[in-house]
Structures are given as C-alpha cells and as structure tokens.
C-alpha cells in the first residue's frame, strides 16, 4: 500500500458572525513549499529533493521549521522527520548516531558531520546532507550561519575540509 504524505503549509485566519451564524475564512499561502511526496519508499534522491525545495529559508539558531527558519540540526531533523526518520535534534547528538561511513563511500542522503567554526574545538558543531552522487565531487545542503545565512548547497570546500569531522548514513 502507498503511503502519501500531503505537506501543504498554510495559515488562515477564521472570523465568526453570531447573529447570522456566518463563519469567514481568510487563507494566506505560506512562502513554505507546497508539495507531495510518495514516503513508502524513502530514496536519496527524494530526500534530497525534499531538503533542496527548502533553500532560502533563513538561518535561525534553534529553529527547525520553515515558517520560523533553520538552524543546520533543525533542518536536517526536519528533512528526515518529513520521511518518519527520527534523527538527533542537536549536531553533537550525531556522534554516535548511524553508521560511519568513509568519505570515499559517502553518497546522496549521507550526513556530513563537521566541527563549529572553531577548528580548534574537535566536537561537533555542524551537520549537512551530502547531496553528490557517489564518485561525484562531494556538496551537501544545510542551514548556514555564514554568509548565506540560509539552507544552501556548498560545495566541499578546503573550509568544510578542515572541519570535517566524518560521514554517517543513517537510511
């Protein structure tokens, strides 16, 4: 049986008129995406399509919806919540989460752990979804605090190279 998940964010405001038993719905379309997906058979490929229609949302620490915004955990935990996937909600939490994979196997859908800004710390301090085909160089989404400030592709860069922290799969 297929299962499918209708994501259609909208808000409304309802207005009641009691003498005359009236009710008047305003409907304003969120700048969310509005979309269907098909959740029975979770690919990479659909989990990275999902995740790459939430670019541009802002950057927000501690948030994990696009009304409100992103901060790199909250996006990846929203991205994988929309498919039933529990995940961590904080990057660190990831440490022992999924199974590590090296960065020659990494592949669509894998995530990329690395440290925050501060090379000098070794916790984990940032998280995105790699969004390469194997063998491909390596790019990955995830919500920035730089200068995007946004959920963003990037590229795997000499910065998120010394960063980088491992790989892990966790579908």
Known sequence: MNHFRN???????????????????TIVKSSAPSFSLNTSTLTADKLVAFAK??????????????????????????????????????????KNHGRTISLK???????ILFTGPNIQKKTIGHIGIITSASGKPIH??????????????????????????????VF
């Open 140 to 169: 990955f989404i995830h919500s920035t605090s730089g200068k995007a400030y946004s959920v963003t592709e990037t590229p795997f860069n000499e910065s998120y190279k010394r960063r980088f922290v491992k790989v892990v799969r």
């Open 7 to 25: 994501i259609i964010l909208l808000s409304f405001a309802v207005t009641f008129f009691p003498l005359n038993n009236i009710v008047a719905f």
């Open 105 to 111: 196997e990494a592949k669509q859908g894998d995530l």
């Open 53 to 94: 229609s939430l670019k541009g949302i802002k950057y927000k620490y501690g948030a994990s919806h696009p009304k409100v915004g992103f901060d790199c955990s909250g996006f990846v935990n929203y991205v994988f919540k929309n498919f039933s996937i529990d995940v961590p909600r904080s990057s660190a939490s990831f």
